[in-house]
Structures are given as structure tokens and as C-alpha cells.
């Protein structure tokens, strides 16, 4: 059946490790996003992609990187640069239509 | 700065009755408006939506009321029910303005007491 996935649900790094999480659909969405959630915080931005080859920086995309090398696939490297990677991960995909966009289940990385 | 604020973290309503959720804007450019819906260990689905070209969107048992000029937005449902018990979040857009990126709010937990 159709989704987006998410893997690991939890993942835990030493400090100064860069870290990638997963995300893959198979809905044959164009476009693909990351968000991030912190307590008491809406979801903030991280990257989008809206065609493969092809990314763009979000509200909050310093400490992080992306590529978009298959449609069906979107890692996210939380880089030793990103000052709090603390933080609920939320991937999610489009047909192209930033309103309906289907989430995956989440990760939630725990940086010690 | 948070451009959309979702005052109440929490509420409490008993199966049956009415939940209202409420959610404000700064930005007087968002004209597009969402209300998604998320359970503990997933990801939020797309509930219902507005355009602020209406005051009113109505699906099934859920209506969300837009009231531009005090720059607020209403999720009510009717009635509530146990599966109803969720986190919402209000999101805003700007599409008709270039930009579609959406701005979400911190959430409210919904909890239906049976």
C-alpha cells in the first residue's frame, strides 16, 4: 500500500556525529518536504523539493543538508553544524500542491 | 515570531458536544488557511480548509469559520467524538501572493472525554 516512510522511528547520535534520516514514498508525489517540531512549536520548514535534482532551503535549513538523486527519495543529514538537532523529524510529500501534503510517521532524534 | 498562534495547548470536551479550536494570524498576506490533524506516533493528516475569499468551509461534522478582519480562524466540531482526540494544527498560506510555503501553529491537544 501507498505512503511515505520513515526510519528509524528513534534515533539516538554522540554529539558531533552527522546523522541521515530516511524518507521515502512511493506515491509518485513531485514534491517532497522536511519539517522539524520542537515543544511547543509548530512545524518549521527545513527543505523542500519539488522536482528531482532540484532543492530549496526553508525557514530553518542551517546545520542541515539534502539531495533529491530519485523522486521516491528524500534524505535529510543533520550536520555536526546544527547547533540544537534535538528535535521531532517530519518528512512529508505532495503531488505538487503545498496544501495536501501527506507525513510520514516522524523520527525523533536524540542527539547525547 | 510566530505568525500563527494557537493559544490554547489543550481542551477538554465531553463526547458529544461542541470543540472549538482557535487559531490567530499576524501576516495579513496568508489568504489560504488549513487545519491538520495529528495522532500520538504519526504523521498530521489534512483535515479541512479555507480560502479568504469565504468566511465558512463546512465537511461533515467539522466547519472552519475565518474572520479576516480580527485575523482569526475557527475549527468547530459537531459532534465531538472519542476518535476526535488528537493534536491540531492551524497552518496559513500565501498563494495568491507567491508564496504557498506553509506557516504552522503550535497546536492544540484535543481530548474527548467519553
Known amino acids: 500500500d501507498g505512503g511515505i516512510t520513515q526510519s528509524p522511528k528513534y534515533l539516538f547520535r554522540k554529539e558531533g556525529q552527522n546523522v541521515t534520516l530516511s524518507c521515502e514514498q512511493n506515491?509518485?508525489?513531485?514534491?517532497m518536504y522536511w519539517y522539524r517540531q520542537d515543544p511547543g512549536q509548530g512545524l518549521r520548514l527545513i527543505y523542500y523539493?519539488?522536482?528531482?535534482?532540484?532543492?530549496q532551503k526553508g525557514d530553518i535549513a542551517e546545520g542541515y543538508s539534502v539531495s533529491r538523486e530519485k523522486k521516491e527519495s528524500f534524505p535529510l543529514t543533520v550536520t555536526s553544524a546544527q547547533k540544537n538537532p534535538t528535535a521531532f523529524y517530519l518528512c512529508?510529500?505532495?503531488?505538487?500542491?503545498?496544501?495536501?501534503?501527506?507525513f510520514g510517521p516522524g523520527t525523533r532524534l536524540t542527539v547525547l | 515570531d510566530q505568525q500563527v498562534k494557537q493559544n490554547s495547548p489543550s481542551l477538554s470536551v465531553q463526547e458529544g458536544r461542541i470543540s472549538i479550536l482557535n487559531c490567530d494570524y499576524t501576516n495579513s498576506m496568508f489568504d489560504y488557511f488549513l487545519w491538520y490533524k495529528k495522532y500520538p506516533a504519526e504523521g498530521p493528516t489534512f483535515l479541512i480548509s479555507?480560502?479568504?475569499?469565504?468566511d465558512k468551509n463546512e465537511d461533515g461534522r467539522f466547519t472552519v469559520f475565518l474572520n479576516k478582519s480580527a485575523k482569526h480562524l475557527s475549527l468547530h466540531i459537531v459532534p465531538s467524538q472519542p476518535g476526535d482526540s488528537a493534536v491540531y494544527f492551524c497552518?496559513?498560506?500565501?498563494?495568491?501572493?507567491?508564496?504557498?510555503?506553509?506557516?504552522f501553529g503550535t497546536g492544540t491537544r484535543l481530548t474527548i472525554i467519553p
Open positions: 523539493s519539488q522536482i528531482v535534482n532540484d532543492f
Open positions: 479555507i480560502s479568504s475569499i469565504k
Open positions: 497552518a496559513a498560506s500565501s498563494p495568491n501572493f507567491g508564496n504557498e510555503k506553509l506557516t
Open positions: 506515491l509518485n508525489h513531485d514534491a
Open positions: 512529508a510529500s505532495s503531488i505538487g500542491d503545498w496544501n495536501t501534503q501527506y
